[in-house]
């Protein structure tokens, strides 16, 4: 448990709606922040707060609220007790819970369970994953980290399930399936991941129990073959060629009938909950397990920290027995189950368990690459440190959906990725940009300010950088580990340069890296989820509860800017509107109502509407960035409409995006905060560029993402 700091989006004491006052907070991912608090309202009786920022990149509370709501009433759901928002952050107020399962089992010393816990746990998270299914969501998140026993006497041998961020209908109103969509974008946390998450494909109901089945195959065995395994496709292809018998040695040999199962369905399957739940009860009643033995961690772990060990009251315990006794099942498993109790513990340090960054490797290309600065997810996600903007993305995905047919970019993809643990940890933008588009702007290091602009991109610049970065360099190694790769790059093995017809790609592109000197929380813990997408399958369930939230947020969030996102920074000056737009669209370019500007979800909604080349109406929020845009969108109607010219000029924008972000670095560097912004902190492409005045860079910087929250840790709001 951590106590509220600088940098955090709550503080100590602070009480929210006059009811709920934080006491500390006891958890945080990629998404939020949780916090204990008492409601004063109510006796004091202690809740969780769950609070994301409302300059947060990803929004995913309102989901969370969503599908809480609809769970209510079932047996492994937290209680619902509020949620709300204001201009600083969105709030949801639940029960609180205990452990969660992930530290649980590191706590034991074999980072295992017995049998008899995995097993009885096991049943339980089945059912929950049976509950979220009944009212027609997939929770797409299923790991240890994310299910927690409760906390009160009452509650304590009952399993929670939480974090629904990532949920996703798959019923439509009507209680049918929805359609699969043909490519989705990676949702989950590497090592839970079905395989067909890996994939990118749609992620059905069986998924989720994929996901169970990976949890309950590590709870007994400590470790999943995959743990170490930082490469995303390598873990997704092990999955795909793991042997069950080698995965369940020394387990329930009844276990073999859950992949067995899962095997057979596809997305419009009913799994078969009933015959699950079976399996696990049979190994029950054959290892006589009885729902209320008391778990591993009630016991102090004793039964697998030591097979001699017994109970309190001199008896052998239930758990030990049970465990034991599935080790009896096969001859071979005993010797397996000894080496488990001889080896060296796991690691235990900062949760290397969950985080998905460290499934997650780019193989070095040179040392500059190895040199890159580590952070961790959560940290950057914190928009007062320099949160890339995942807006960006969606914005440049929605604008290729947007202008030209599916085909031409059946391989094309804007995607993210997540990186962290022991390798550099990267966001980045891939995508095939032809050499002769426009040359982002990077700015050097923050300390001088002394933005400077790299020349355009030709094949000797390349040749530049790649020599840049075989030079060692002292500085970087003593560098922040704590900074944000931006880099578009070339990654795709093929497809995409051929449809793109360029001959140009540039190799190692851009690399721009937003540094974070404020210091950031520290807490680091649980698992993280990555997200990537795909241009042509935007994931629309977060839509899918924006009516309900929305409302159910604004009605106890009091008087908030409708969209806060909106006064953030101005979506034009992210990207300047599609070609053609100036001229077409009454409501675009140099139309400065920002009640115009959309929401990348709403530009996506836009794009789902409309197949055909509809310009997004991203009008510009800020008069200077306007009057930039307005040149950049009279420019662009000039150019003849073709899908070639537009996808340059979509690139052309998400360069520029770059650029402003980098620019609006600097300026908020100026004020010691990165809100938003990009930055380069190599000092090798400042001593290669030097010349370029810092004012440059503080002019382009005026646009809209300077007004990116630059608060500190909220004020007491309600
Ligand atoms: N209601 C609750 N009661 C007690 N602890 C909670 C509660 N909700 C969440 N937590 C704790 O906070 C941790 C993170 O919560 P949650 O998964 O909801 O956040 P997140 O930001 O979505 O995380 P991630 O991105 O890692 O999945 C949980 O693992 C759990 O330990």
Avoid at 642 to 662: C, D, E, P, R
Wanted: one cysteine or more.
């Amino acid at each position: 448990m951590t106590s509220s700091s600088e940098g955090e989006i709550l503080q100590a004491s602070q009480v929210i709606r006059d009811r709920w006052k934080i006491k500390q907070k006891v958890g945080g991912g990629g998404f939020g922040e949780i916090y204990e608090a008492i409601d004063l309202q109510n006796h004091n009786e202690r809740v969780a707060v769950k609070v994301e920022s409302s300059k947060a990149t990803k929004q995913v509370l309102k989901m969370e609220v969503a599908v809480l709501r609809r769970l209510q009433g079932k047996k492994h759901a937290c209680k619902f007790y509020g949620c709300g928002r204001n201009d600083k952050f969105n709030y949801l107020v639940m029960s609180l819970q205990g452990k969660n399962l992930a530290d649980l089992r590191r706590e034991s010393p074999k980072q295992c369970f017995s049998v008899s816990t995995s097993i009885r746990l096991g049943a339980q998270i089945l059912l929950a994953i049976k509950e979220i299914h009944s009212i027609g969501f997939l929770h797409r998140d299923i790991k240890p980290s994310n299910f927690a026993m409760g906390r009160t006497n009452s509650t304590m041998r009952n399993v929670y399930m939480l974090d629904f961020g990532l949920a996703r209908q798959y019923l439509n109103a009507k209680g049918e399936i929805r359609s699969p969509r043909s490519a989705a974008g990676f949702r989950g946390t590497v090592r839970y991941a079905a395989v067909s998450a890996h994939k990118n494909k749609e992620m059905g109901r069986q998924d989720d129990l994929w996901s169970l089945f990976y949890m309950l195959a590590e709870f007994m065995q400590g470790a999943l073959p995959w743990r170490k395994i930082k490469d995303k496709d390598e873990v997704g292809r092990m999955k795909e060629d793991v042997n069950f018998d080698n995965l369940l040695d020394g387990c329930p040999q009844e276990l073999a009938q859950i992949p067995a199962h899962l095997k057979t369905l596809s997305y419009h399957d009913d799994p078969d909950y009933e015959m699950l739940e079976k399996s696990l009860r049979s190994i029950m009643s054959r290892l006589e397990i009885n729902m209320d033995d008391p778990y591993d961690w009630e016991l102090g772990y004793e039964n697998i920290s030591g097979r001699s060990r017994s109970t309190a009251n001199g008896n052998v315990s239930t758990r030990h027995k049970s465990h034991t006794t599935a080790v009896k099942d096969k001859g071979p498993d005993i010797e397996k189950n000894r080496a488990l109790e001889t080896q060296a513990p796991i690691t235990m340090g900062e949760d290397d368990d969950e985080q998905t960054g460290n499934y997650i490797r780019y193989p070095p290309v040179n040392d500059y690459e190895k040199d890159m600065p580590k952070y961790k997810r959560q940290e950057f996600m914190k928009p007062k440190y320099g949160a890339v903007s995942f807006d960006v993305i969606d914005e440049v995905n929605a604008r290729l959906a947007a202008v030209a047919g599916k085909e031409l970019f059946d391989h094309m993809k804007v995607e993210t990725y997540v990186e962290n643990g022991d390798k550099p940890y990267e966001y980045e933008v891939n995508v095939d940009l032809p050499a002769n588009i426009i040359r982002p702007t990077v700015i050097e290091p923050k300390e001088a300010c002394a933005a400077a602009i790299i020349p355009p991109m030709t094949p000797g610049s390349l040749r530049k950088r790649a020599q840049l970065a075989n030079q060692p360099s002292t500085e970087q190694r003593t560098k922040s580990n704590r900074s944000i790769t931006l880099s578009v790059g070339k990654r795709y093995p093929n497809g995409t340069k051929a449809r793109l017809s360029s001959n140009n790609s540039i190799e190692g592109g851009t690399h721009a890296m937003a540094e974070d000197d404020a210091g950031l929380s520290g807490y680091n813990k649980a698992g993280q989820t990555i997200i990537s997408k795909w241009q042509d399958s935007f994931d629309d369930s977060v839509d899918d509860g924006i009516p309900f939230i929305e409302k159910s947020m604004e009605r106890e969030g009091s008087a908030v800017p409708k969209s806060p996102m909106l006064n953030r920074y101005s979506r034009a000056n992210v990207l300047s509107p599609p070609q053609g737009s100036a001229g077409s669209n009454p409501n675009s370019g140099a139309n400065s109502n920002s009640n115009n500007a959309l929401s990348p979800r709403a530009s996506r909604r836009t794009m789902h509407t409309s197949k055909s080349a509809q310009p997004l109406n991203l009008a510009p929020i800020n008069q200077t960035n306007g009057n930039i845009h307005q040149k950049e969108a009279q420019q662009q109607a000039q150019i003849p409409h073709s899908a070639s010219s537009t996808i340059m000029n979509h690139f052309k924008n998400l360069v520029n995006s770059f650029n402003q972000i980098g620019s609006n670095a600097v300026s908020n560097v100026r004020r010691r905060s990165l809100s938003r912004g990009v930055s380069l902190d190599d000092p090798r492409r400042k001593s290669t560029f030097p010349n370029i005045p810092p004012e440059n860079n503080g002019k382009r910087s005026s646009g809209g993402l300077n007004s990116a929250g630059q608060s500190s840790a909220t004020t007491p709001s309600s």
